[in-house]
């Protein structure tokens, strides 16, 4: 997935994606993601469609937003340094998320683990609706949650570690360009 590509006239650079793109670009695609997640987040928090409260939402959103502009200092200053601090929070994120998807997973293997009755609970009022919407018995809502919810954790995970490969691999790249620098100035 990853190699070193030299082109005619050019020095070597670091490419991804089979060679079809450079790695400040994709670094510069997770960049961007991450921060329309961010506003999308702050704009669903803002009309109201999150319970969570305000000071809880407000530090993680505060904490992404840090680290997303850190991230995008270290892409514009090639500066390994200033991508740490979302390398953290995506290791962060990712353990996370494993942990969601082998909870969800779970409810979906044993509907009576608990798991499956956070799930029933949390869907109680609504399982007669969710049936009839989608044309099933109510007793099998509750597994069909879980399975979306683990699916959906599951790709979220893949996709988590793929964005952090791609800026791992970006903070490599500056690294390299800093030790050609150096070696170029002794």
Not at 34 to 42: T, W
Not at 65 to 71: F, I, T
Not at 104 to 109: C, K, Q
Request: some cysteine; proline content about 1%; glycine content about 4%.
């Amino acid at each position: 997935m990853w190699r070193l590509r030299s082109r005619e006239g050019s020095k070597e650079i670091d490419s991804c994606c089979c060679g079809r793109m450079a790695i400040t670009r994709a670094a510069d695609i997770v960049m961007s993601f991450s921060a329309v997640l961010i506003v999308f987040n702050l704009l669903m928090k803002a009309i109201g469609y999150s319970d969570t409260d305000w000071n809880w939402e407000l530090l993680f959103l505060v904490v992404d937003s840090v680290a997303v502009l850190c991230l995008f200092f270290g892409i514009r200053r090639q500066n390994a340094a200033l991508l740490q601090p979302f390398v953290l929070l995506s290791l962060v994120t990712i353990s996370f998320l494993l942990l969601l998807t082998v909870f969800f997973g779970t409810a979906v293997h044993d509907g009576h683990s608990y798991a499956g009755e956070y799930l029933e609970m949390e869907l109680r009022e609504n399982v007669q609706s969710y049936a009839t919407f989608l044309s099933i018995q109510s007793k099998t809502v509750v597994p069909l949650i879980a399975t979306v919810l683990t699916v959906g954790t599951g790709i979220s995970f893949i996709v988590n570690a793929w964005f952090l490969a791609f800026v791992v691999q970006c903070a490599r790249h500056f690294r390299a360009l800093d030790a050609e620098k150096t070696a170029l100035v002794a």
